[in-house]
Structures are given as C-alpha cells and as structure tokens.
Nanobody, 124 residues
Framework: QVQLVESGGGSVQAGGSLRLSCVVS????????ISWFRQAPGKEREGVGQ????????FYADSVKGRFTISQDKAKNTVYLQMNSLKPEDTAMYYC?????????????????WGQGTQVTVSS
C-alpha cells in the first residue's frame, strides 16, 4: 500500500513563494508518476502537474506553467512543488497523488493513491 504525506502549506501574500513536500512511502510500480492537484472550495479538483519518478520529466498545467516547478529527491522519497509568484487564485487544498506511467494529471481518476492534502492560502 502506497502512502503519501504532504506538508509545507501555509499563508502567504500575493507574489510570495511556498514549497510543498510529498513524502512517498515507497517507490513501486504504483509510484512511477507523482502528481500535484488542488481544489478550491466550490470548484473541481484541478491537476497542477506531474513528474515521472524515473527520468524526472515534469509537465504542468497552463495555469501554473512558468511559476510552479515539480522536482524530486529520491534519496528522501520526496517530491516537491515549488510555487513562485503566487496569486490569490492559487488558494486551495493541495494534494499529491501517485500512479502508474499511464496516469495523467489531467484526469484525477487515473491516480489510485492520494495524500491527505495541505492548505495554501494566498492573500492579496
């Protein structure tokens, strides 16, 4: 069973930065792809981007491209989401999720394993 634990959320002013962490219990065939999602109150869950744990290729949603960066430290079993130039519309609960090579951040249902989430609040 794969377990994911997020941390690093908090409150920040617009233009600021935060780095979220996602500790992955183990790298298995079920954790070939780690993705970040977010969900604001009253809105659908949105895929932010994903990274392939073998090779490190990362892909991003247009809404965060150029501002957010996903990286990993395999020695620490941790995937990071570096968020810069934050905007009030980035306010949401942020989740990491794990899936196979075929998982896609544009389809939340393709990820079978999820963390509990960490809240990010950006004030104007």
């Amino acid at each position: 069973q794969v377990q994911l634990v997020e941390s690093g959320g908090g409150s920040v002013q617009a233009g600021g930065s935060l780095r979220l962490s996602c500790v992955v219990s183990a790298y298995t065939s079920s954790t070939k792809c780690i993705s970040w999602f977010r969900q604001a109150p009253g809105k659908e869950r949105e895929g932010v981007g994903q990274i392939y744990t073998v090779g490190g290729d990362a892909f991003y949603a247009d809404s965060v491209k150029g501002r957010f960066t996903i990286s990993q430290d395999k020695a620490k079993n941790t995937v990071y989401l570096q968020m810069n130039s934050l905007k009030p519309e980035d306010t949401a609960m942020y989740y990491c999720a794990a899936g196979s090579y075929s998982s896609d951040y544009r389809q939340a249902s393709s990820f079978p394993y999820w963390g509990q989430g960490t809240q990010v609040t950006v004030s104007s």
